[in-house]
């Protein structure tokens, strides 16, 4: 089994031009979490009866029998991005949290209906809310985060509040896009899935909410629209980068690192990049993963699929992507920030992300 | 069977008071129609891919084969409340048309999402789009609607625009949560459902837009809170004074004028209004319906079912109700425009909501 450190090392950004090492990520994100858990706190007690109690359980504030729980309400990245970004433009982030609580119940609005869709049974290590309560609750506490999210900016007197619900609602529909390609690839052969439309998915349900998060930054820092969209495409490119990385860890990933069996992707047959470009590569590896992909396992098969992939250079092909993205993104931090001292917290958001191994 | 030109009449405004009787109405909803739908068109428009086909055919823009179709999408009713109630107060339609688009494509949304949960599975005479398309696609294209109802806000220079953006999403939690207590009354038993409980959920359901549409139009007019205000209770108690009418009807309606088979709402089992007033009467003919409904159906049953309720008082209290309402919604209207002559739109079209027979 590899580990992955090899790939991220090779999107890690150049030493001297980044933040300085350590924790600086983990502090972004505590801080993000304990500015913007008030914000969502209150929002998501303004619900009414049973959203509240879906929306509370979702968040981890609560158990499926409504009593209170610690929260295990994900790593706040989005929300980090808006304040970081406001922070690198020169804004003061105390006046983006509204924006930043309304960028998490986006995401979280997009989790309860995808897990719905996707027929998923865990999210962040417990029962999704479907299963606790039903598609119909689910569905209505996604619509009403949804909801809950514009409201806050439509009721934000930040000069900034309508450029930004603009983005966000045109940043749900990409998400909504990128969701149902996602369902109809999942039911399509091996065959018929094209790498560009895998990519195009990947960036729309993954890069364009963390980009639509740093450019509500920059719009909320009072930068114009070039700053705000070179923004958009540093977190876009980053998102595309982290999904890259994820992909590979989803096959090659240490099991301890990940909680993940090994292969486990591979054992649901999942049209991953590496998977989906190692098909698409024309290479006796890739015909030989397509009928693995179409039969029905025997014992080997999974290591036989891992060994194809990387054969017909699924794996190579992810890490140079990974890599290509990550430097697309920095290019683009270094258009909206000049200033490599002012840039560093966006560079440590970014690396942090790409990091991961959950 | 009984004609439902006496619930009607109960609850049509006093003559003198009202506008000319006429196509009034009738020429108000064509004229929202007609200034509407190149917005909502240019809106739907706008969606990638899938999600435009599932809108076009909820629209009734398209077949389910994705050829032309000549439009099937409801009154307009919606539209037409934002743009008369702007007239009504003093201001220009014309900068209205694009919130009175966002309404109606707020509306859209909750008709996809009520039909996926619901699984029903005819809306407007035609198959609702999870039975062509599948559910994630009616729940995305849902989804999509709902931003782009807030997006078109949010790009809307107009001064009001945020304030009717922050209504517009409050409404949706409202919507969500009336369409929450709707399903699980449906699987309570009949004695465990109270009249309370039923009022505010048709009112939230049904009431909530409409009074969302007419406060909204009240905005864009330039009017302060309180107008906007009465004129939501307007809309409010009209909407429910219709559910109320509409629960009459889908009992002792008029095949010929509902298309709907006689007691269909009592084959269905359907708590609606005057079931569940008569089941919580105390009464012998209550006690008779309750049990009536918890059997399996024998011949004569309907007919039985309807003279329990008709017996238990349901059908009176009903009517009785949809008066008390109509006459809460004129008394708010008066409100927010006391010029009687002003009024006269709303009030066309609130007669023409609660005179709908189909």
């Given at each position: 089994?590899t580990?992955?450190?090899d790939?991220?090392d090779r999107?890690?950004?150049?030493?001297?031009?980044?933040?300085p090492?350590?924790?600086?990520?983990a502090d972004?994100?505590?801080?993000a979490?304990?500015?913007?858990?008030p914000e969502l706190?209150?929002a998501?007690?303004?619900?009414?009866?049973?959203m509240r109690?879906v929306a509370?359980y979702?968040?981890g504030w609560e158990?499926?029998?409504?009593?209170p729980a610690?929260?295990s309400?994900?790593k706040?990245?989005?929300?980090?991005?808006?304040l970081t970004?406001?922070?690198?433009?020169?804004?003061d982030?105390r006046a983006a949290?509204?924006?930043a609580a309304?960028?998490?119940l986006t995401?979280?609005?997009?989790?309860l209906?995808?897990?719905v869709?996707?027929r998923d049974?865990?999210r962040?290590h417990r029962p999704?809310?479907w299963?606790v309560?039903?598609?119909?609750?689910?569905?209505?506490a996604?619509?009403?985060l949804q909801?809950?999210?514009?409201r806050l900016?439509a009721?934000?007197?930040?000069?900034?509040?309508?450029v930004?619900?603009a983005r966000l609602?045109?940043c749900?529909?990409?998400l909504?896009a990128g969701?149902?390609?996602?369902?109809t690839?999942?039911?399509?052969a091996?065959?018929e899935?094209?790498?560009?439309e895998?990519?195009a998915m990947?960036?729309?349900?993954?890069?364009a909410l963390?980009?639509?998060?740093?450019?509500?930054?920059?719009v909320?820092?009072g930068?114009?629209?070039?700053?705000?969209?070179?923004?958009?495409?540093?977190?876009?490119q980053?998102?595309?980068a982290?999904?890259?990385?994820?992909d590979?860890?989803?096959?090659w990933?240490?099991p301890v690192r990940?909680?993940?069996?090994?292969?486990?992707?591979?054992a649901?047959r999942k049209?991953?990049?590496?998977?989906v470009a190692?098909l698409?590569?024309?290479?006796p590896?890739?015909a030989a993963?397509?009928?693995l992909y179409?039969?029905r396992?025997e014992a080997?098969?999974?290591e036989r699929?891992?060994h194809?992939?990387?054969?017909a250079g699924?794996?190579?092909?992810?890490?140079t992507?990974?890599?290509?993205r990550?430097?697309?993104?920095?290019?683009e931090?270094?258009r909206a920030?000049p200033?490599p001292?002012r840039?560093?917290g966006?560079?440590?958001l970014?690396e942090?992300?790409t990091?991961?191994t959950?």
């Amino acid at each position: 089994m590899t580990d992955t450190t090899d790939v991220t090392d090779r999107v890690r950004a150049p030493r001297g031009h980044g933040p300085p090492e350590g924790c600086e990520a983990a502090d972004i994100l505590a801080a993000a979490r304990r500015r913007v858990d008030p914000e969502l706190r209150r929002a998501v007690d303004s619900l009414p009866g049973s959203m509240r109690r879906v929306a509370l359980y979702h968040f981890g504030w609560e158990r499926a029998d409504g009593t209170p729980a610690a929260g295990s309400a994900g790593k706040a990245i989005r929300p980090a991005l808006v304040l970081t970004a406001v922070r690198a433009l020169g804004g003061d982030p105390r006046a983006a949290v509204r924006a930043a609580a309304a960028v998490e119940l986006t995401h979280d609005f997009t989790l309860l209906h995808d897990d719905v869709m996707d027929r998923d049974t865990t999210r962040r290590h417990r029962p999704t809310a479907w299963t606790v309560f039903g598609d119909a609750d689910a569905i209505l506490a996604g619509d009403a985060l949804q909801a809950l999210a514009q409201r806050l900016l439509a009721e934000d007197p930040h000069p900034g509040a309508a450029v930004a619900a603009a983005r966000l609602a045109a940043c749900v529909v990409e998400l909504c896009a990128g969701q149902q390609v996602d369902c109809t690839l999942e039911r399509r052969a091996p065959g018929e899935v094209s790498l560009d439309e895998c990519l195009a998915m990947a960036e729309a349900k993954t890069g364009a909410l963390l980009g639509c998060a740093c450019a509500i930054g920059a719009v909320y820092a009072g930068a114009g629209a070039e700053t705000a969209d070179a923004l958009d495409g540093f977190g876009r490119q980053a998102g595309l980068a982290f999904q890259l990385i994820d992909d590979v860890i989803g096959i090659w990933g240490d099991p301890v690192r990940t909680g993940k069996p090994v292969w486990a992707d591979l054992a649901a047959r999942k049209k991953s990049l590496p998977v989906v470009a190692a098909l698409a590569s024309g290479t006796p590896d890739g015909a030989a993963l397509a009928a693995l992909y179409g039969r029905r396992a025997e014992a080997g098969d999974l290591e036989r699929m891992a060994h194809a992939v990387e054969g017909a250079g699924g794996r190579d092909w992810a890490q140079t992507q990974a890599a290509d993205r990550m430097s697309r993104a920095l290019q683009e931090l270094a258009r909206a920030v000049p200033d490599p001292e002012r840039a560093g917290g966006l560079l440590a958001l970014a690396e942090y992300v790409t990091r991961r191994t959950h």
